[in-house]
């Protein structure tokens, strides 16, 4: 079964634009989490979906948004990007939310400039 | 501002020594705990996990111990190898099927195994 697939891999940004990242969760997986990876703060939540409604939200701006679609499938936005948004963007799967191991892809690495 | 990294805990260890990873968690409404291993430019990977009603969960060569009076949660890995050279994040969540299903993640401790 091919794991948590997450595109681009890696991304270069410039202050005030915009980024959209996506991820495939495994197969039958229909719980997408999100989080950011930074040195100075390490994983860190920022929402959570099921069945395309978002369950869950982490302590991070409005600029930070995501969706789900009915196959499962992700995505974040990141609007007006800041320098402090270059992180390791992380998607996790589970076969439902709570109690379920999640399962992470490889990430999206963001730069902003 | 300056980004001051996470001052990481590291754990030196020989080849063929056994490794002990600690870990404490934060909230006491927690009872599904999980173990990750990140290598360097990749995701956590699962590695093993443990539910509150156990005290103990053994895996090949890992096992996870839990003590919920202390809110402390342990990953013992056997004959460690060079491979097992990463860092590694306890995780804990709620377990109940439509509890909040976030992860809080502990810091991580980076373990190096010496050849």
């Known amino acids: 079964k091919a794991g948590v697939t997450q595109t681009p891999r890696y991304l270069i940004k410039t202050r005030g634009q915009q980024v959209t990242l996506s991820c495939s969760p495994i197969?039958?997986?229909?719980?997408v989490s999100w989080y950011q990876q930074t040195p100075g703060q390490g994983l860190q939540f920022l929402f959570e979906?099921?069945?395309?409604?978002?369950?869950n939200k982490g302590n991070f701006p409005g600029r930070f948004s995501g969706r789900q679609f009915s196959n499962s499938r992700s995505e974040m936005n990141v609007s007006t990007l800041e320098l402090g948004d270059s992180a390791l963007y992380l998607c996790?799967?589970?076969?439902?939310?709570?109690?379920?191991?999640?399962?992470f892809g490889p990430g999206t690495r963001l730069l902003v400039l | 501002g300056e980004n001051v990294g996470l001052h990481l805990p590291t754990l030196s260890v020989q080849e063929g020594d056994n490794s002990i990873i600690n870990c404490a968690y934060s909230?006491?409404?927690?009872?599904?705990f999980i173990w990750y291993k990140q290598e360097s430019g990749k995701g956590p990977q699962f590695i093993i996990d443990?539910?509150?009603?156990?005290d103990k969960r053994q895996g090949q060569r890992v096992t996870v111990l839990l003590n919920k009076t202390v809110k402390h949660l342990s990953l013992q890995i056997a004959a460690t190898q060079p491979g097992d050279s990463a860092v590694y994040f306890c995780?804990?969540?709620?377990?109940?099927?439509?509890?909040?299903?976030?992860?809080?993640f502990g810091k991580g401790t980076k373990l190096s195994v010496k050849p």
């Open positions: 996790a799967s589970s076969l439902r939310p709570g109690g379920e191991t999640q399962y």
């Open positions: 197969s039958g997986h229909r719980s």
């Open positions: 979906y099921f069945s395309e409604t978002q369950r």
């Open positions: 909230n006491s409404a927690s009872d599904y």
């Open positions: 443990i539910r509150s009603n156990m």
């Open positions: 995780a804990e969540t709620q377990g109940a099927f439509g509890s909040q299903g976030n992860l809080i």
